[in-house]
């Protein structure tokens, strides 16, 4: 199964800034997952991108992806305290779906 | 999207005993997984659960430690045996459609801390 890597490990921003995450992958793709997990607590799907789609929206959150370079972002735009929480990328191909999870970027958006 | 439940939401059980974690989905799912999430770290797979036959263990997970159940296409069973304090995590299930542009869902994790 794949592995993502989360870029950078953590981030610290102001509340109303935009915060940027990155993945990199190794090998080829069918989608890539991006969750958002608070401490503790269970991961929160936010949204999947398609190997064959280059950006996707969902509210104030924008993903690209570029499979030439093996790589993808999650840009939150007008962040707020909520947003405060771990991000994870989840890569997958191939037939058995199973994902597996890098370090995350852990967000701290400041008040 | 699928809703996903887990009980129980946390215990704290003692040395040597077993606990069942439970995982249902509100709509059926083909594939369904568990997870282990231990202390400041990031998630690990620790089987695939199938549904009428025996899970898939991921390297380092066995099934005398860790059996899984899975009766239908909505439920499965974590059992968490004779634990030790390093078993202490959180433990999540997840579910997908089984099509490669399936979301794969989470349930809300079990906090287990064993003493």
């Known amino acids: 199964s794949q592995q993502g890597e989360e870029d950078p490990q953590a981030l610290s921003i102001q509340e109303g800034e935009n915060a940027t995450m990155n993945c990199s992958y190794k090998t080829s793709i069918n989608n890539l997952q991006w969750y958002r997990q608070n401490s503790g607590r269970g991961l929160v799907h936010l949204i999947l991108i398609r190997s064959n789609e280059r950006e996707k929206h969902s509210g104030r959150l924008r993903v690209t992806l570029d499979t030439s370079k093996k790589s993808s972002s999650l840009l939150i735009t007008a962040s707020r305290a909520a947003d405060t929480a771990s991000y994870f990328c989840?890569?997958?191909?191939?037939?058995?779906?199973?994902?597996?999870f890098g370090k995350g970027t852990l967000l701290t958006v400041n008040p | 999207s699928a809703v996903i439940s887990q009980k129980p939401s946390r215990d704290i059980c003692q040395r040597g005993t077993s606990l069942t974690i439970q995982c249902q989905v509100d709509?059926?799912?083909?594939?369904m997984f568990w997870y282990r999430q231990q202390p400041g770290q990031s998630l690990t797979l620790i089987a695939t659960?199938?549904?009428?036959?025996?899970?898939?263990?991921e390297s380092g997970f066995v099934i005398d430690k860790f059996p899984i159940s899975r009766p239908n296409l909505t439920f499965s069973t974590l059992t968490v045996s004779n634990m030790s304090p390093e078993d202490s995590s959180i433990y999540l299930c997840s579910g997908s459609g089984g099509d490669s542009y399936n979301e794969q869902f989470f349930g809300p994790g079990t906090r287990l801390t064993v003493l």
């Open positions: 989840a890569p997958s191909g191939g037939s058995n779906y199973k994902l597996t």
């Open positions: 659960a199938n549904q009428g036959s025996e899970a898939t263990y």
């Open positions: 709509s059926q799912v083909t594939m």
